[in-house]
């Protein structure tokens, strides 16, 4: 199994990224995908989570009304489209796959290596 994000880099404060996670070597409509964060001497957070098929989606309050979580099953693609960034957005965001929508990071058991997003202020 390979997860690959991408899509990072160094943006303002206001502004926007997309991140995109390529999946290979799963079933990837059979499984549930979900964006993590993990900032500097700070513990992995969960960002936002969808379902096998798109229909549910969870959000960490923090980025509520301002990430969108989607996926493409044909293409075997999950997206994170970020607006309106603060500086504490930055971290290094994991895209992941787990058999359930939940928050924990323990039921995700696929990981990405990771890309890097900084938002100056």
């Known amino acids: 199994v390979q997860l690959h994000a991408s899509g990072g880099g160094f943006v303002q404060a206001g502004g926007s990224l997309r991140l995109s996670c390529t999946a290979s070597g799963l079933a990837f409509g059979s499984r549930v995908m979900g964006w993590f964060r993990q900032a500097p001497g700070k513990e992995r957070d969960f960002v936002t989570a969808i379902s096998r098929r798109g229909g549910s989606t969870d959000y960490a309050d923090s980025v509520k009304g301002r990430f969108t979580i989607s996926r493409d099953n044909a293409k075997n693609m999950l997206y994170l489209q970020m607006n309106s960034l603060k500086p504490e957005d930055s971290a290094v965001y994991y895209c992941?796959?787990?058999?359930?929508?939940?928050?924990?990071?323990?039921?995700?058991?696929?990981w990405g290596q990771g890309t890097e997003v900084t938002v100056s202020s």
């Open positions: 992941a796959s787990g058999r359930s929508l939940t928050q924990s990071t323990s039921a995700y058991g696929y």
